[in-house]
């Protein structure tokens, strides 16, 4: 709507018609809804509920064209899909109801059944040559290319509506996404607040119909909450970034849709939602491959240090050492680099010896991290002492056998380890 | 298209016969993800092959050739891959993995299909709903006979399946029903389930040209579930559900045919109905079954409850007693015509209804009478729970319950608990 606004030499500047503008900012607002309310189907595990919803929405579309008289009249195909996606969920209550199939299935019975009802209809009409008809099949996999300002008007009021509402119950919704149990026990009507989640759920997917399609318009949905779930643990932060997700795709989409002919806007609104997903795993702070590769690389190093400043504490008892007798008793890169990294933090430091070669010792700084290091370990294995006489206290007689819980070979290992460890033969 | 004549009625039976074929597979393959709970598995895979088709074609592959089929299973393994790569790595719940990884990857193909239409011999249309109607024009010649591509591999697809589940029978039984267990047994449960997988992704390849790509959903998931409500026992399942499958094909079809519509979407209509017939009468736990069970106790109960209303009256001298409500009365005509009450006006319970009346009473008050001795309940709470139980206790309990209470006899409110035989001679009642 800001864009509508937008003054004409602007939009003269960019070349671009007042109705693109529109019809852009109409699926932006589509595309923000879709990811507000998607982010509670998605805490809620409703994901392919809304899927089976969507592709019944083509059946709904074809029988409110049917019923207008052949008009293309996107309000009322709108209508009719809202009322087939809603038939639809009804449907998967009814199954898990009065049947024994389990969710799994239904969902996938009323996805197939209600999907080919609508393909059999569709095709029937454009088989019978019914005027008009050509248009339909934009649904099932997107084009906003046939959207007038007024459509995109209704679209982008819709999503307000969509958003005000989620806006109005953020409580009780993030409430019943969270800890469903304690909402019911606490009397707030749970089920109704998951009715009432999923038809909303509906009410996205079919609003979303014009610009990602009956088939692929759940990723608007899933996607861009997905993608903002990995920047944040906070619902209200997930909540606009996964609508700022969703907002970009759906430009994005349509913005290369219009530009190369032919081609359908939904697949490539789910391709930029999925690029900006892939992103956001890699690079997000906490959750992201690259962040937890770092974070798991600072430990390794952490713990690499930590061995060599033990080891160069045991060989100061003989004197000055070299770098070859510590890292033979820590092989690996990673200890090769923690000898590096000591020597520049000034735990370690180089003394002159005879013959010209370099040998090492403890140098102040190296000194005060081993010690604080064998404090803290005297302190936890103090704990740990204290936790394993608790726990003699409750054996019995039947302690598990720990071969048959560890196996022999995994025992064995960590025996040697721990017998390495503290210098020695352990127990046998 | 429409033609009676011979050649056009041959297109029309190989059209049929790739439809059964792969409605076979997958009704085969499906019975197995319905029991399983991955029904969704073969949502995401019929989505998740389209890339790996398209890359195969334009790599040259024939449609329906061996190249094609492999694109589709690697398509396919990287569809599961990425789920569980989304699900480790970015802590996703499953459903939303493969939400994630099936449209983007079937929006990938779509993409592909669009930009290359020019070089890639698939209709983007075609990718959704298949094109059955042409499926016999793009032929091989097999001994003489020019027999349709897709039925080839198709044939071939279910030859390879029914073989495997023969042979691995027992192996896919038990870790499809007890993974744990069969795990523990030593069975590979991984090496089983990356089968099944191939196998989804091998029957979805082979419906994808009949039916494209989301139908098959349908054809993998509704026969089986419909099998599964019909018969109890797995192999009968398979069969019910193979059997159904080539059913919905032949009558989609040919309503396809008839209505001039597309054959895919009939077929998977067609499956649907197949499933709300049998989800109504199923027999045992059908909607049907179960409302008829329902209603056939409740009917029971106010034809009991009619019957114990009379004898209290006799057994209080207070004369006959009119029905109050609406069921009241219609149980009280159906009583008279089984003949257990008299059918002049006023007229009481006859000599079987007495007999099948004293039974009821008896249940009820030996119930208030052990509930009065072994439970801590107000004696104005012990009619309820007296009043349901009645109609349920069989001659062993009353027995039992009348030991119980020998020593120390009547009913708590005072009233006598008749006997369970008036007198030596009277044919005992049938235990219910």
Known sequence: MILAAADPPFTAAWALPYNTLVVAAGVASVGFAAGVVGSFAVLRRRALAGDAAAHATLLGVGLAFLAGGGRRDLPLLLAGALAAAIAALGCLVLIGRWTRTRDDAATAIVLGVSFGAGITLLSGITARGVAGSAGLEQFILGHTAGLTATDARMLGGLSLLAVCLVIMFLKESTLVAFDPSFAAASGWPVTLIDYGLVVLVALMVVVGLPAAGAVLVTALVVIPPVTARQWTDRVGIMLPLAGLFGLVSALAGVAVSSVVPRMPTGPLVVIAASTLLTTSLLVAPRRGGLARWLSARRTVAAWAEGRLLEIALRLEGAGPFTREQILARAPGAAAASAFRRLVRGAALEPVVVRGGGHAWRLAARGRELAAERTRRLAVWTEVLEAAREDARGQLTIDVPSPESILGAARLKSIRESAAAARGGPGPT | ?432
């Open chain 2, 1 to 432: 298209m429409i033609d009676s004549d011979g050649g056009q009625i041959w297109m029309h039976v190989w059209a049929i016969a790739t439809a059964a074929t792969v409605a076979a597979a997958c009704a085969l393959v499906g019975s197995f993800l319905v029991v399983r709970r991955l029904s969704l598995l073969g949502d995401a895979i019929s989505h998740a092959v389209l890339p790996g088709i398209v890359l195969a074609v334009l790599a040259g592959g024939r449609p329906g050739g061996a190249g094609v089929f492999l694109g589709a299973v690697v398509a396919a393994l990287v569809t599961v891959w990425l789920t569980n790569l989304l699900g480790t790595h970015a802590g996703l719940a499953e459903d939303a993995g493969a939400g994630v990884a099936f449209t983007t990857l079937f929006a990938i193909g779509v993409v592909l299909v669009s930009a290359l239409a020019s070089r890639v011999d698939i209709d983007p249309g075609c990718v959704l709903y298949g094109i059955l109607e042409l499926v016999p024009f793009d032929t091989v010649p097999i001994g003489g006979i020019e027999v349709p591509r897709a039925l080839v591999a198709a044939t071939i697809v279910l030859v390879g399946l029914v073989v495997g589940a023969v042979v691995f029978w027992k192996e896919l039984v038990f870790a499809a029903f007890d993974p744990a267990a069969a795990r523990a047994a030593g069975l590979p449960v991984g090496l089983l389930a990356a089968g099944l997988l191939v196998a989804t992704s091998l029957a979805t390849v082979a419906g994808f040209e009949a039916v494209g790509a989301i139908l098959v959903v349908a054809m993998l998931a509704v026969p089986a579930a419909a099998a599964e409500l019909v018969v109890r026992r797995f192999h009968l399942v398979i069969v019910v559900a193979v059997i159904l499958g080539i059913v919905g094909s032949v009558v989609g079809y040919l309503a396809a045919w008839r209505l001039n519509t597309n054959a895919a979407g009939m077929i998977a209509v067609v499956l649907g109905i197949e499933y709300v017939v049998a989800a109504l009468l199923a027999p045992g736990d059908g909607i049907v079954a179960r409302i008829v069970s329902r209603e056939s106790l409740r009917w029971r109960v106010a034809c009991e409850d009619r019957l114990a209303a009379l004898w209290r009256a006799e057994e209080g001298d207070a004369g006959a007693l009119a029905p109050r409500t609406l069921v009241d009365s219609a149980a009280h005509v159906w009583l008279v015509c089984r003949g257990r009450v008299g059918s002049t006006a006023g007229g009481g319970l006859t000599q079987v209804g007495r007999e099948e009346a004293r039974v009821i009473v008896r249940s009820h008050r030996l119930w208030e009478a052990w509930l009065g001795r072994h439970v801590a309940l107000p004696l104005d709470h012990l009619h309820p729970p007296a009043e349901w139980i009645e109609h349920h206790l069989g001659a062993e309990v009353r027995g039992r319950i009348a030991a119980d209470l020998e020593e120390q006899g009547g009913d708590p409110h005072g009233r006598e608990i008749p006997p369970e035989q008036t007198a030596p001679g009277t044919p005992p009642v049938l235990p219910r």
